[in-house]
């Protein structure tokens, strides 16, 4: 099982995540006391920080309604498999800012206005064959507008016989996020708690993938920027690499390498390890391929439906269509 949850961690996370940070407990107690939160770690790496890019003006690189699907495959000699299929979808500005399945209450204010992001991650294959286990993972997560950050985060699980609900609830007043799990197979169960404090502009892991593609990136620089994944507040550190032509099926396109520092002690994934994305150098930032590796395997993520839609990578750099759409 350890195996299976480290497959789908990759498959739920670091797909277009982007996010590999230097991991940050809060705990609990240190809010009940009225401390305030602890100081932000080192960076994992020596390198100048990118500025973060939080305003907008309304204009998005990424146009709303743009759907995104990768085939997952593991290899471990002499296996080489597909294990899932994930897929992410911006589906622009949030005129019903409501979750369907939501556990927990959520009252934004009349004049808030969000951004909404889907994503969902389904086992297939080998891995179904192997453990007999069905996955099927829902997300979604609504965003300021104006900034970007997080105001609600949803998970509903299905793994095998585990039916969960699960909310990172952003509060932007008393500056804490609340965890909330319920059991979808024991209604009279009472929910699980965890809060943390929340820092400015934090987000949530499916977020996180939205918010690296907005960035400017810049050889040799690192973004990095707080996210909470389950209660747990991180530090993600991505270090943009060179330019580098990839071969896909749409011919070779002008890619920006990206080292997400996720693996190791303290970090969101504790074992040693390294990634590497690829994503367009256009500004829409489309992530294309993804390795990550560790001493029990390889995890391959590809993009499938670019070979459809070769025209996902704008022609013209300088282009940035609007966000706006219907949910």
Excluded at 262 to 268: A, H, I, K, T, V
């Amino acid at each position: 099982m350890k195996r299976i949850a480290f497959t789908f961690g990759i498959l739920a996370i670091v797909l277009g995540c982007l996010s590999g940070g230097r991991g940050l407990a809060f705990q609990d107690a240190a809010l009940a006391n009225g401390e305030k939160a602890t100081p932000a770690p080192p960076p994992s790496v020596n390198l100048p920080q990118a500025t973060l890019r939080r305003d907008f003006k309304n204009s998005l690189p990424i146009p709303a309604g743009e759907k995104l699907e990768y085939e997952i495959r593991f290899s471990r000699f002499p296996i080489y498999a597909t294990v899932g299929v994930i897929s992410f979808e911006f589906l622009g500005a949030a005129t019903n800012p409501t979750i369907d399945g939501l556990n927990v209450e959520f009252k934004p204010q009349p004049e808030d206005q969000f951004l909404r992001l889907r994503a969902s991650a389904i086992s297939k294959g080998f891995l179904i064959a192997l453990t007999g286990v069905d996955v099927k993972d829902r997300f979604e997560t609504l965003v300021n507008a104006k900034d970007f950050a997080a105001r609600i985060g949803f998970k509903e699980i299905k793994e095998g016989k585990k039916r969960q609900a699960q909310a990172l609830v952003f509060d932007q007043t008393q500056q804490t996020v609340k965890f909330i799990t319920n059991d979808l197979n024991n209604s009279q169960a009472p929910p699980k708690e965890k809060t943390a404090a929340r820092e400015s502009g934090m987000l949530d892991l499916l977020s996180a993938i939205y918010f690296v593609r907005l960035q400017k990136m810049k050889e040799g620089q690192l973004i990095r920027f707080p996210v909470n994944d389950d209660g747990t507040n991180y530090w993600f550190d991505i270090v943009v690499g060179k330019t580098e032509k990839l071969k896909t099926d749409c011919g070779k396109v002008k890619t920006i390498r990206l080292e997400p520092k996720l693996f190791g002690p303290g970090q969101l994934i504790s074992r040693q390890g390294e990634m590497t994305m690829w994503v367009t150098a256009d500004d829409k930032h489309i992530p294309l391929k993804l390795t990550a590796k560790t001493a029990s395997g390889t995890v391959h993520a590809k993009l499938q439906n670019f070979k459809n839609k070769c025209k996902l990578i704008d022609e013209d750099a300088e282009q940035k269509p609007t966000s706006d759409s219907k949910n």
